[in-house]
């Protein structure tokens, strides 16, 4: 198979799945092997051999099938910029389904071996720009040190802003990773053995080993299953997840920790530590919000793992100290503490006589041990030489480690200090004993069902759901004044109530065990008053986890979750309201710091409103929720739910970040990662390095100076009538038209891609055709399949078109916008990624599917009617193609996305002969490979 020619060059990543521009201006070129064409040349290699291995493999019939296609789908897109449907139409329409799952197969495969080259030649150009002392880019410490230090006076203050910095990407379990375990590790292989080139001068005959060994990689891909056999279930998302820490995170984040501690202790020192700048979170075990597979036992096992994660890395971390810090005390004078700690270590082996630092970490080991032991019923690894009294906390055992470090220190071997016991020491403070933060989360029904329950069986009211919103916060009240509980344990109430007070249990039950960081957030979906967060309250104390009174204690955030255009309005009124609540505030000030966090749901506020409306309700949201807070005296924490994709919430992490309002990133904030974006973004360790440099850069940059500064008061009217317009105009059509459902359902593969086995969540709430009750991911991911990418743009051209129109001096105040606001930049930006890797003339081929065909034209040439509207629009507000201020993102979309066109036709065949009543297997299976194929290619799809 010849590869796609003409590589996408400048490829850089930042902390996105698709390729951005953010090299300084007027950076040198490098040389050959980080110029681009190193990338074509790994693009060229990949091809041929996966061409050589479908050859083999499939037989030279396929082999020139998959040829003509490509050969085909290249000139056409070089020619003309869109495919020719005819033309594809007659080599693939009709095509045997086995040979189809060929060639889906070897388009799917290309695709993917295309984006690891891209990824490669990202890190080989970040290695060539550092190598030759190139200034330093947005999204690195250096840089972030260079923008605080322009904007503060002292380098006290600059230091004061990184120690406050911290950031908390949470990881969720939303299916829109298609790709399987087995797969990502494959891709690793590939991208280590292409990186093993560029840093190693081969002779021929190593060459060639190498490039065998290549070939080993691309035929185990070949001959790998690219569909699960089974569905995910929650403890499968559980290991996916916990797999990115021995992958990636455990060495990124230590070496990110200490540099910024390195950062600080240069501008300001003798100060102390930093605390950690990151805490990862997750959502998967504890996040039920329509999945009735997330119960206590699940949220049991998720702890666990976590921890025996944590335990495993620090125990080997000591097993490993304790043979290499060989030091003898013949030879070396050690600190009295570190003796103290060898003879407490129980340690009387002749062989270790001399050796106090081997004996002290042995029992640092045997403690540690005796401490996962006592959580986890056992120890994850070798038994200990004796039994020692635990740790009571992970403090203890920074302590020790921070002992063998400054005795190391003491005789001349500060450089074994910070090779080997710094990091390990850095380690435990950012991982303790439960590696992250577990949130819980359940929809706000849930809980008032709950809570009617348990006034109900507890005899204090039998009408709670009758109450109005003041009756319920005067009943909530008078329960959260004191300690009692509602119910006996041992009493009976429906499965519903019993679970979510298992769940509560277990909570409280890891949180004794482990701390309070194993569990520390109760995130309320569907949050729409006061009534909704005290609710939470209630359950909390029915099992001692919230403790009323007047020493309370309240070990965890409960956190309003506010997604649709309405409830974002709301927020900062219902928000005012509860820290008007004396109990609730008291909880606050008493229990949590001060510190009240809120949740923005990107994803469904999208599909609530479209695009425009959603962002511009996010923005207003947080201006509003930073002013009552500010007035109510309390600190705020935003936790941003966003996904991939732009449609809910996706796009360059610190251009974001860098966007909020004044105030809205007082130094923290919490940010999900979903789906692909973890793969992305994790699963090597110089784009976890980049990604999390990036979000704790920002993150201080918006401290002191935010790129979203006090919006001009003209800018702010505008967007208000652009975003009623935009409202309105998404509305009419998704909601508002008889027929869109229909078409929606027969248009996309949204009844297909159910039989993927990417998740263990149902696609829908409940059983229903609404597109209220359609979950976002799928919603948007659907979208995606047919490359339509609704979500990303709707209603967008019809605002611009209404509040501009011809009028010059509009069209101008919507490029002074652009260029002067970062938030409206960031949004057309984003918007413009959308609208280019769209297709309209695709999108006429998934129409031959409607059955009503009078519909189908009407409900897609409305479709096409704004989607031209809103690139027209895009253009003219940035004076630019789409694209134009990231022309890396738009060269590598125009080499990639022809080897998608065959996969679209084909979709769209198979598609066709299964909804007229084939019921092959083989057929089913070409679905679902399609629909795989197409989701790695767009990178971000869900």
């Not at 499965?495 to 309320?524: C, F, M, N, Q």
């Not at 109990?583 to 001060?594: L, N, S, T, V």
């Not at 929720?625 to 005296?633: E, F, K, M, S």
């Not at 201080?700 to 935009?726: K, N, Q, R």
Request: proline letters at 5%.
């Amino acid at each position: 198979m010849v590869p796609m020619a003409g590589p996408s060059p400048h490829t850089d990543h930042t902390d996105h799945t698709e390729p951005t521009d953010h090299l300084a201006a007027g950076a040198p070129a490098g040389p050959s092997r980080a110029d681009d064409a190193a990338l074509g040349d790994d693009i060229r290699l990949l091809g041929r051999l996966l061409g050589d291995v479908i050859r083999d493999q499939a037989g030279p019939e396929v082999f020139d099938l998959v040829e003509q296609v490509r050969q085909h789908a290249v000139s056409v897109r070089r020619d003309e910029g869109r495919i020719d449907a005819a033309d594809l139409a007659t080599l693939l329409d009709g095509v045997d389904v086995d040979v189809a799952v060929h060639v889906i197969r070897a388009f799917s495969w290309f695709s993917l071996l295309a984006n690891i080259a891209e990824d490669v030649h990202q890190v080989r150009r970040r290695r060539h720009h550092r190598s030759i002392g190139s200034p330093a880019r947005p999204g690195t410490l250096d840089h972030a040190v260079r923008v605080l230090g322009d904007h503060l006076h002292e380098p006290s203050q600059v230091a004061s802003v990184l120690r406050r910095a911290e950031v908390s990407p949470v990881l969720t379990a939303h299916p829109t990773e298609v790709r399987r375990k087995t797969i990502l590790d494959v891709q690793r292989r590939i991208a280590d053995l292409l990186q093993v080139r560029d840093r190693l001068q081969m002779d021929a005959a190593e060459l060639t080993a190498w490039e065998a060994d290549l070939r080993l990689q691309v035929l185990t891909l070949w001959q790998t299953a690219l569909l699960r056999l089974s569905k995910l279930r929650v403890r499968d998302e559980i290991a996916e997840a916990l797999r990115y820490y021995e992958l990636t995170l455990f060495d990124v984040l230590t070496s990110l920790q200490a540099d910024v501690q390195r950062a600080v202790d240069a501008l300001d020192p003798h100060r102390g530590r930093v605390q950690p700048v990151v805490r990862m979170g997750s959502w998967i075990g504890g996040d039920r919000d329509g999945n009735p597979f997330v119960t206590a036992e699940v949220l049991q096992l998720a702890v666990d793992l976590q921890a025996r994660t944590a335990f495993t890395h620090h125990l080997t971390t000591l097993r490993r100290l304790s043979v290499e810090l060989s030091m003898s005390s013949r030879l070396v004078t050690p600190s009295p503490e570190l003796m103290a700690l060898a003879d407490a270590s129980d340690d009387d082996s002749p062989f270790r006589g001399d050796e106090p630092y081997r004996r002290a970490l042995r029992g640092m080991y045997a403690r540690l041990a005796a401490t996962a032991r006592a959580a986890l019923g056992e120890v994850p690894g070798p038994e200990p030489h004796a039994d020692l009294a635990p740790y009571a906390s992970p403090d203890e055992l920074a302590h020790d480690l921070a002992v063998v470090d400054a005795s190391l220190r003491v005789h001349g071997a500060a450089v074994l200090a910070d090779a080997h016991v710094a990091p390990a020491r850095t380690a435990v403070e950012v991982f303790g004993f439960h590696l992250c933060t577990l949130d819980l989360r359940q929809n706000s029904d849930v809980h008032e069902r709950v809570v009617d329950e348990l006034l109900r069986l507890g005899g204090v009211t039998s009408e709670y759901l009758a109450l109005d919103e003041a009756g319920r916060v005067a009943a909530l009240r008078r329960e959260l004044a004191t300690a009692r509980p509602l119910l006996p344990r041992a009493a009976a109430c429906s499965p519903e109530t019993a679970k979510e007070l298992a769940i509560a249990d277990t909570a409280t039950a890891a949180i004794d065990r482990y701390g309070d960081r194993i569990i520390s957030h109760a995130v309320i979906s569907k949050c729409n008053s006061v009534s909704d967060v005290l609710e939470v309250a209630v359950v909390l104390r029915e099992t001692g986890l919230l403790q009323p009174g007047d020493d309370p204690r309240l070990p965890l955030d409960i956190v309003p979750l506010f997604e649709t255009i309405d409830d974002l309005r709301g927020a900062a009124t219902i928000v005012t309201a509860l820290l008007d609540v004396p109990e609730y505030r008291a909880w606050i000030d008493r229990c949590r710091g001060g510190l009240q966090e809120v949740m923005l749901g990107y994803s469904d506020s999208n599909k609530d409103g479209g695009y425009l409306a959603a962002n511009w309700a996010l923005y207003r949201a947080q201006v509003s929720l930073v002013d009552a807070c500010r007035r109510a005296g309390v600190r705020l924490r935003f936790f941003h739910g966003r996904g991939g994709t732009v449609g809910r919430g996706g796009g360059p992490s610190y251009e974001a970040i860098l966007a909020q309002p004044p105030g809205a990133v007082d130094g923290t904030l919490r940010i999900t990662e979903q789906g692909e974006v973890i793969a992305a973004r994790y699963a090597s360790h110089d784009m976890a390095r980049r990604n999390l440099e990036a979000l704790v850069s920002a993150a201080a940059e918006a401290t002191i100076a935010p790129g979203g500064a006090a919006a001009d008061p003209a800018f702010v009217t505008a967007m208000d009538e652009l975003a009623d317009t935009s409202l309105q105009a998404y509305r009419e059509l998704v909601y508002g038209d008889p027929d869109f459902v229909g078409v929606f359902r027969a248009l996309t593969p949204i009844g297909e891609i159910s039989m993927l086995n990417i998740g263990s969540r149902p696609a829908s709430r409940t059983a229903s055709n609404r597109i209220e009750d359609l979950r976002a991911i799928p919603w948007v991911f659907s979208w995606s399949q047919c490359r339509v990418m609704l979500p990303g743009w709707y209603g967008a051209g019809s605002a611009f078109q209404a509040w501009a129109g011809d009028d010059p001096a509009r069209v101008d105040e919507l490029r002074r916008m652009h260029r002067t606001w970062p938030v409206f930049r960031t949004t057309i930006s984003n918007m413009g990624m959308v609208l280019a890797k769209s297709d309209m003339a695709i999108a006429q081929r998934y129409g031959d599917l409607v059955a009503d065909s009078a519909a189908g034209e009407r409900v897609l040439a409305a479709i096409a009617d704004e989607h031209a509207r809103s690139v027209h629009w895009v253009q003219e507000i940035t004076e630019a193609p789409l694209l134009g201020d990231n022309p890396t993102l738009a060269r590598s979309i125009r080499n990639r996305f022809p080897y998608l066109d065959p996969l679209h036709e084909l979709q769209v065949d198979l598609l066709r002969r299964r909804r007229a009543g084939d019921d092959d297997e083989k057929l089913a299976r070409g679905i679902q490979l399609t629909i795989n194929g197409i989701a790695a290619g767009l990178r971000n799809s869900g």
